[in-house]
């Protein structure tokens, strides 16, 4: 796995990418993701809540570029890490506890 983000800086959401910020994501975006969940208990219409999942989206796309922006090595690293070894906290310890050091929560 190469970058966590493409050639323009922008962050690639890959399954693994999103498994090793999982802890950041629930932490920075959980207003979000608390208003969007809840708008779709309320209202089984999809379309009322796309506004609450573009804030979603928003949220996580912002964490990520921050994430990389702070700690790229270790980043890329842990996602790597989870992408070889298909999404399994338990073999990428190591690399979790650099990136969580070099970027707390």
Known sequence: MGNTVDAAGNPI???????AAS???????RDENVAFL?????DPNPEK?????HQVTRCV????KD???????????YAGCMYY?????EL?????????KACPL
């Open 13 to 19: 959401p890959t399954s693994a990418v999103l498994m």
């Open 23 to 29: 802890k950041h994501i629930a932490t920075r975006c």
């Open 38 to 42: 809840k708008c779709k208990k309320d």
């Open 49 to 53: 809540c796309l506004d609450k999942g």
């Open 61 to 64: 796309l912002s964490l990520l």
């Open 67 to 77: 994430l990389h922006q702070r700690c790229t090595k270790e980043m890329d690293a």
């Open 85 to 89: 070894h298909t999404n399994e906290f």
């Open 92 to 100: 990428c310890r190591k690399e979790q506890k650099e990136f969580e």
